[in-house]
């Protein structure tokens, strides 16, 4: 098949490609205006620089790449600059994928895959955890709607072209790196937990903050769901086969199904770095549950997708040490 991935420059699309051009013959094309991306991460296929909020442009790419499926990573992902600049994320990542939707239908792409998140849920009651595909979705900032009201449309246009096929995964929290080595996250100014961990092992940060430990749980700590990117890729070939299978598409979650507080995970990272670097307790921020966790069973049983890398252990040794290389 000839593929089209948007942001396949970032830290999930990269890995993505990376097992595309690995372990399938088909033809990849990425897609990135390199705001968050960097080029030397895309290890397969072709390049193009472009920016999705470019609609004439991004119809040429479309009517002229003869496209078998399109899958669709780029987006803004920094949830207190959603809240601060709503705009700049409903134009984004709604409208731009709206559009991009809009030139699958009218050039024939009938097979599309959306990175969707668990920031759908929003702050999910806590007798509603693990959460199912069919939990209640009830965002609470910018980020979680316009990803949510991508997965609207995705499914509207789903209902009314028959053709047209679509998978959305909800991503939870995304971790690691390559368990080669060769590629990790490179984002800068990242606010994810284990990244933030491995720079903070490492010296490039003097400390850092556990945000709340007065929270329903046994350590008082948020407790996350936390999924190696190599397994959240994986899940992505899976999705790409089953589509082509010509099977029904959907919403699915992608997580392991169980959790750890952020104390276990700092704990791990000063276990694998053997570093122990300083933690400071802060107040809790706005809109962060206590537990988020994953009901993965339909992913598994529907598309048989089997994880491999179930080790916090792993996650962050493999986080750490592309955080060394970089
Ligand atoms: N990282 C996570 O934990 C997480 C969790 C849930 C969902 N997601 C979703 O996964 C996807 C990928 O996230 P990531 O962590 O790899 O982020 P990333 O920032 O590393 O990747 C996004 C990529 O999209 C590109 N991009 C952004 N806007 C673009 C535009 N208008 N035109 C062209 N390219 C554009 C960026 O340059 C970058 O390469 C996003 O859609 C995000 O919402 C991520």
Redesign the pocket.
């Given at each position: 098949m000839k593929i089209l991935v948007?942001?396949?420059?970032?830290?999930?699309?990269?890995h993505v490609v990376k097992q595309l051009g690995e372990q399938t013959d088909h033809e990849i094309t990425v897609?990135?205006?390199?705001?968050?991306?960097?080029q030397e991460?895309i290890l397969y296929g072709d390049f193009i620089k472009?920016?999705?909020?470019n609609f004439k442009q991004i119809e040429e790419i479309i009517k002229k790449g003869n496209y078998d499926a399109v899958i669709?990573?780029?987006?803004?992902?920094v949830v207190p600059e959603s809240v601060e600049n709503p705009l700049k994320y409903y134009l984004?990542?709604t409208a731009?994928t709206a559009n991009l939707i809009k030139q699958c239908v009218t050039y024939g792409v009938n097979k599309f895959i959306?990175?969707?998140?668990?920031?759908v849920y929003g702050e999910p009651a806590p007798d509603l955890i693990p959460v199912t595909e069919e939990s209640p979705v009830a965002p609470i900032n910018p980020?979680g709607s316009s990803?949510l009201m991508s997965e609207t449309v995705l499914k509207d246009t789903a209902f009314a072209y028959n053709d047209f096929n679509y998978i959305a995964l909800?991503?939870?929290?995304?971790?690691g790196a390559s368990v080669d080595g060769k590629i990790g996250?490179?984002?800068e100014n990242a606010t994810?937990l284990i990244k933030v961990a491995a720079e903070t092992a490492l010296g490039k940060r003097d400390k850092m903050f556990i945000f709340g430990d007065d929270y329903p749980t046994e350590d008082g700590t948020c407790i996350r769901d936390y999924i190696h990117v190599e397994d959240l890729a994986s899940a992505h070939i899976r999705a790409l086969e089953h589509l082509e299978e010509g099977k029904e598409g959907g919403v699915f979650n992608c997580g392991y199904g169980h959790g750890f507080s952020v104390k276990e995970v700092l704990e791990t990272m000063k276990k694998v770095s053997g570093v122990d670097f300083p933690v400071e307790i802060k107040e809790r921020r706005a809109g962060d549950p206590a537990i988020l966790i994953s009901n993965n069973r339909k992913i598994r049983e529907v598309m048989h997708w089997t994880p491999k890398y179930d080790d916090l252990e792993l996650i962050c040794k493999t986080g750490l040490e592309w955080e060394k290389k970089i």
């Open positions: 948007t942001g396949g420059a970032g830290y999930i699309g990269s897609l990135d205006n390199l705001v968050t991306g960097f991460s472009a920016d999705l909020s669709h990573f780029a987006a803004s992902l984004n990542n731009n959306f990175s969707s998140t668990a920031a980020y990803k909800r991503y939870f929290n995304v971790a996250q490179s984002t994810l």
